[in-house]
């Protein structure tokens, strides 16, 4: 029997099929047949994958206690930088064993097509290597000037770091929040997306071959009201970190407010790509088509709104239209498939929800879009959709979080900048220009985290990526700036006699 990249290797198969996934708290595996459970789903067949045992705040009292004494007594806080970079190598070891078999299980729970998956394991095993060589670079005191005093700061790791994370890049995720966590010596309690727990509790169990000691990184499962809210407010963090949407945001820092646990919010975004005249016209639209439609346009900071200088308007959207229609919708697996399928029935709902309020609401339908129907998948597929109009429409407004693009005119260069700064997400804008003195200053007047030049979706480790306004506070994610975060900074000072 041919081998096809939809045949299922057998580790994944052996982990769906073996009884509801227990979550790993203190090395131990917490959940078994008894347990309440919810399914995680394929988005491409709509089919259940697996049940996976639900946490309670119990359970995540006790994933923080184990935490906590993983931190104080496992050794991991007091190892060498040399140390935790020779453990996080033996963990890197272990995943890159496994890449197949994380971005089979990636691929079939969030609908990313396999190709991307396994480009995000690749990204964890990258953080994680970057963050354990960083570590090493970074003095552990630095001399401070006082008069009459001895005097340095020490940087010392917190404690036990919550962790909550969105269903759109899992692992990557992962590897982003605990690498400078961990080679910072914290210890680690991550709960992941409800529609996505594969990877992260697949990956857990590698921690554990890999040698990291018991507690040192916990994973819990469960739903954001339940498990996420017992976490986010749980006294005994020493740093909290949320990655997902505005709303919840707002109350994941409301509780860490109470406790005084500082946190860190990387939130949602309604980027802009300004584009002006004298580009090439197709190669920026198949970047820009390229960017809109990555994982069927469930990424935090793509350009969804597209400001094109008038004079080559017509010729830009006669480019990115026949793009958007030739992108092959399929199974996630399917080696041909260029976009999968959204992540749930609630988001095709969510996109398709938009496309309709949008026109209600005056904007014309360039690109129709709509559900898409894969023969033989009975899952939540869309097509790709560009609107055009008022830069007040909801659609131009609002994360909508799927394949569809906005489309804007603008004459001039301060009429473009004003209209990229017209909302109050501030996470990722580029500009795309042959004229280096004018990207450059597009792009520092654009608010936001990140502006990109002739790109857009660029992470190079070292660069830091964040978020301002509604998209975020904390920021630094990918840089040596994170690593800095996850030390508490100690003043030791002593009288010279
Ligand atoms: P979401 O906010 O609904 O959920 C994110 C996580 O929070 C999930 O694990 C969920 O279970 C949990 N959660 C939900 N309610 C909770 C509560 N009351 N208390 C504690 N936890 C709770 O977001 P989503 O739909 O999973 O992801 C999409 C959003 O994430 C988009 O807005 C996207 O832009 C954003 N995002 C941002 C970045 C970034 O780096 N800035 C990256 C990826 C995604």
């Known amino acids: 029997m041919a081998i096809s990249s939809e045949t299922r290797l057998p580790e994944v198969e052996a982990f ?49 206690t184990a935490a906590q004494r993983a931190f104080d007594a496992s050794g991991w806080a007091s190892l060498s930088p040399a140390d935790r970079r020779a453990a996080l190598g033996r963990l890197a070891d272990e995943v890159e064993r496994h890449k197949d078999v994380l971005a089979q299980l990636e691929s079939l729970d969030g609908g990313k097509i396999l190709a991307q998956a396994a480009g995000d394991v690749q990204n964890f095993l990258d953080s994680i290597r970057y963050f354990a060589n960083a570590a090493m670079e970074v003095e552990p005191t630095s001399p401070l000037t006082a008069e009459g005093f001895d005097a340095y700061q020490a940087r010392r790791p917190w404690g036990p770091c919550g962790f909550i994370f969105p269903w759109n890049f899992p692992i990557l995720l992962v590897g982003w929040g605990i690498a400078p966590a961990l080679a910072a010596g914290n210890t680690v309690v991550i709960k992941p997306a409800e529609d996505t727990p594969l990877s992260t509790t697949y990956l857990a169990r590698l921690a554990q071959q890999a040698g990291i000691p018991d507690g040192v990184i916990n994973v819990i499962n469960g739903p954001g009201a339940t498990t996420g809210a017992a976490l986010a407010a749980h006294p005994d963090l020493r740093r909290m970190s949320f990655t997902g949407s ?48 990555f994982h069927a346009g469930q990424v935090c900071c793509d350009a969804t709104r597209w400001l094109v200088h008038r004079p080559i308007y017509d010729r830009f959207v006669d480019e990115v239209t026949a793009r958007m229609k030739a992108v092959k919708i399929g199974y996630q697996l399917d080696e041909a498939t260029q976009m999968g399928p959204v992540v749930n029935e609630k988001q095709r709902r969510r996109v398709l929800d938009y496309l309709e309020r949008g026109q209600q609401e005056g904007a014309q339908a360039v690109l129709e879009g709509g559900p ?30 799927g394949p569809v693009a906005y489309l804007a005119t603008f004459d001039e260069e301060d009429e473009a ?61 990918n840089s040596i700036e994170t690593l800095h975060d996850y030390w508490r900074k100690l003043s030791v000072v002593r009288p010279i006699e």
């Not at 959940?31 to 988005?43: I, K, R």
């Not at 894969?374 to 659609?395: H, I, K, M, Q, T």
């Not at 990207?439 to 990526?465: E, Q, T």
Request: aromatic share 6%; with cysteine.
């Open 417 to 477: 900048v004003a209209m990229v700064n017209q909302t109050d997400y501030g996470l990722a804008n580029s500009v795309w220009t042959a004229d280096a003195a004018r990207a450059d200053r597009v792009a520092r007047r654009m608010v936001a985290g990140n502006s990109w030049i002739n790109c857009h979706n660029v992470f190079p480790l070292g660069v830091p990526y964040g978020g301002v306004h509604q998209s975020g506070l904390g920021g630094g994610v």
């Open 246 to 293: 505005p709303e919840v945001g707002r109350l994941i820092g409301e509780a860490c407010g109470r406790n005084l646990v500082p946190v860190k919010l990387e939130l949602g975004g309604k980027g802009a790509a300004v584009v002006f005249d004298d580009v090439d016209v197709a190669r920026t639209a198949a970047n820009l088509v390229g960017a809109v439609t």
């Open 372 to 401: 898409a129907e894969v023969p033989g998948r009975d899952g939540f597929y869309v097509r790709p959709a560009l609107l055009a109009g008022s830069l007040e429409n909801v659609a131009a407004r609002e994360e909508i979080f």
């Open 16 to 64: 769906l099929a073996g009884g509801p996934v227990p979550s790993l708290v203190g090395g131990q595996m917490i959940g078994d047949a008894q347990s309440s459970v919810f399914c995680s789903v394929d988005p491409g067949t709509g089919k259940p994958l697996a049940d996976i045992c639900e946490m309670g705040a119990g359970d995540v009292d006790r994933a923080v």
